[in-house]
């Protein structure tokens, strides 16, 4: 699938943005949709994760509290909601798809065959 995730921006810590994910089809159960966030000097870590198979959700303990991913099926569109942003949270982030068949979401991110553009997402103190 074709992903397309625009949305990112500027905003001052505590702040919100909602990241969307949109797949240019009708996503099946058996994929994943994860974000991942990627910083400077900092390898790319996975955020939070969706499996389609039931609706599971993992989200990293550092943003639990503050982080929720979504889906809107009908939309074929995952989202990132972001609140209480921080300047740590300054990274660039990118939506990605796997084809993982019900299995834990949660997976390195070379499982993650198809991956959106990246967008910019900066956090001001």
């Known amino acids: 699938v074709q992903l397309q995730a625009p949305g990112g921006g500027l905003v001052q810590a505590g702040g919100s943005l909602r990241l969307s994910c949109t797949a240019s089809a009708f996503i099946p159960d058996y994929y994943a949709i994860g974000w991942f966030r990627q910083a400077p000097g900092k390898e790319r870590g996975m955020v939070s994760c969706i499996s389609f198979s039931d609706g599971r959700t993992y989200v990293k303990d550092s943003v639990k509290d503050r982080f929720t991913i979504s889906r809107d099926s009908a939309k074929n569109t995952v989202y990132l909601q972001m609140n209480s942003l921080k300047p740590g949270d300054t990274a660039v982030y990118y939506c990605?798809?796997?084809?993982?068949?019900?299995?834990?979401?949660?997976?390195?991110?070379?499982?993650?065959?198809?991956w959106g553009q990246g967008t910019q997402v900066t956090v001001s103190s």
């Open positions: 990605a798809a796997a084809q993982l068949y019900g299995l834990e979401c949660r997976r390195p991110s070379d499982l993650y065959e198809d």
